[in-house]
């Protein structure tokens, strides 16, 4: 028969005993999400709130709500017919004025129609970095660039908060309806703006907020003054250099690479 004590002892044994099991089982999972999470709220440059538009993260920053990004399962809406016409992206291409031999980048390719474009500008001798966080549209441009035997456009999939581009390798880097989509917007941009060149450009094509008229979602939409107010952070090194009004529904916003900008605050 077993003494009191003796029972005891075993009870407390039990205890740390199922106290190891469950941590061996659920708390290195707790632990190791603490961080993240902490890391998340005390980043102070975004804003989370509960009532938002339900097209959009419930993520704010600047002001600005983010919008959800739109699924490879939409890859068809890319390729519509009538883009040409909504959107003029002949005319756009045009404007953007790129050079054979250049290094330039369509960020948030998608399907590629952008991307085949620009490889016709730049030729040969140039590259297209096509960059999506998505492989699945990466897989749709592959079959069309390996089918045209365009070797002068490469593949990048990258991340929310990285383009995964060299530093000062690029001469122009495009966006079209795509920086609004931003996880992480700042992030991004500090890696974006250390990815060109000096005077390098960056080029955000948006549909305007500030027309009523532009059949698009609004949390799809940006201002040319919102833009700006993005861009501003000094370690981005990035001036305004002009705002292009030719095309039916979207801003064509030019910022260029300064030569040395500040260094990151910390």
Not at 116 to 125: D, H, N, Q, S, Y
Not at 179 to 207: D, T, W
Not at 215 to 224: A, G
Request: glycine share 8%; aromatic share 8%; net charge negative.
């Amino acid at each position: 028969m077993h003494s009191r004590k003796s029972i005891t002892v075993w009870c407390v044994w039990c205890a740390i005993l199922s106290g190891l099991l469950w941590f061996v089982f659920h708390g290195g999972d707790t632990f190791a999400e603490e961080p993240a999470a902490a890391k998340e709220k005390a980043d102070e440059r975004y804003e989370f709130r509960k009532d938002h538009d339900p097209n959009g993260q419930g993520k704010f920053y600047m002001g600005r709500e983010l919008a959800q990004v739109m699924s490879f399962h939409g890859a068809p809406w890319l390729e519509r017919p009538e883009r040409e016409e909504e959107e003029r992206l002949s005319t756009l291409v045009d404007l953007l004025k790129i050079q054979p031999g250049q290094h330039v980048c369509d960020l948030g390719a998608g399907s590629g129609v952008i991307t085949l474009m620009m490889a016709a500008r730049v030729g040969e001798t140039g590259k297209v970095y096509a960059v999506d966080i998505q492989q699945e549209m990466l897989d749709l441009l592959a079959d069309k660039t390996n089918r045209l035997g365009l070797k002068q456009v490469e593949l990048v999939l990258g991340t929310e908060k990285n383009p995964k581009l060299e530093p000062a390798s690029l001469d122009l880097l495009l966006m079209v309806d795509v920086y609004h989509e931003f996880a992480f917007p700042y992030e991004m941009m500090l890696e974006i703006s250390q990815a060109l060149k000096p005077g390098g450009r960056v080029v955000f094509v948006e549909y305007r907020r500030e027309d009523p008229k532009v059949p698009i979602k609004l949390v799809h939409k940006m201002s040319q003054a919102q833009v700006k107010k993005e861009m501003s952070p000094p370690e981005f090194g990035l001036k305004w250099k002009e705002t292009i009004g030719k095309l039916p529904r979207q801003h064509v916003i030019v910022f260029e690479r300064q030569a040395s900008p500040p260094a990151p605050s910390p």
